[in-house]
């Protein structure tokens, strides 16, 4: 069975400073890792997907993510965070057809 | 933009009452599915259907849950009986076939039942 644990429920970064959001899953296949981005009131936006191609993924708004298949992990990492980038993220893994099971999120917060 | 639209963007509906949510997907995605979010939780799957069809419903979709997707084409949420319960925002989503596609979802639908 498939699923997704995002190891920090709040991250707080300064303006400026590195972002990094965890991510570990389990699955019995290859999977699809998505994560996705969710403003206040807003519904999910796709910031990057990893689907068995390089394991170093870049998305948009200059977020990037590791597939790491010994550490069944797909972190998410930004350089440098902006206010903007302050939300709600979540990590999402499928391994069929129709599934795809969501973490609870990860809560930004970008300090100025 | 032709991205996924939900109507209403919120609703709010004394208990007892029937709610109707509406999803047009993306035009070319055969795929469609419907999402319940709460506050601080991530989206929680209730169906999916392809095409019309409606292959798999969740065990969070009790029996005053419906969904249809009549032409293949746009589809509805109906709730009936709403109980406080409900309060949450309903997500659609659309995809193309396959494994591992992305899904694009819409704004969603905030319910609240006072």
Redesign the interface.
């Known amino acids: 069975a498939q699923s997704v644990t995002q190891l920090d429920s709040h991250v707080s970064v300064s303006e400026g400073t590195p972002v990094l959001l965890r991510c570990n899953y389990s699955s019995s296949y290859s999977?699809?890792l998505?994560w996705?981005v969710q403003h206040p009131?807003?519904?999910?936006?796709?910031l990057l997907?990893y689907?068995s191609a390089a394991t170093l993924v870049k998305g948009i708004n200059g977020f990037e993510a590791e597939f790491k298949k010994s550490e069944t992990s797909f972190h998410l990492t930004k350089p440098s965070a902006h206010m903007s980038d302050a939300a709600e993220y979540?990590c999402v893994v499928?391994?069929?057809?129709?599934?795809?099971?969501?973490?609870?999120?990860t809560r930004l917060k970008v300090l100025a | 933009d032709t991205g996924v639209s939900q109507d209403p963007r919120h609703k709010i509906t004394k208990r007892g009452q029937n709610v109707t949510f509406r999803c047009d997907p993306i035009s070319e995605h055969n795929r469609l599915y419907w999402y319940r979010q709460t506050l601080g939780q991530g989206p929680e799957f209730l169906t999916y259907f392809q095409n019309e069809a409606q292959l798999e419903k969740s065990r969070l979709l009790s029996d005053r849950f419906s969904a249809e997707r009549p032409k293949g084409s746009f589809s509805t949420l109906e709730i009936q009986r709403t109980e406080q319960g409900d309060s949450a925002m309903y997500l659609c989503a659309s995809s193309l076939d396959g494994i591992g596609n992305t899904i694009y979802f819409g704004e969603g639908s905030w319910l609240t039942v006072v």
């Not at chain 1, 009131?41 to 796709?46: C, D, E």
């Not at chain 1, 499928?94 to 999120?105: E, L, V």
Request: proline share 4%.
């Open positions: 999977p699809s998505f996705y009131n807003k519904g999910l936006q796709l997907k689907t979540f499928s391994d069929m057809a129709y599934k795809y099971i969501f973490g609870t999120g």
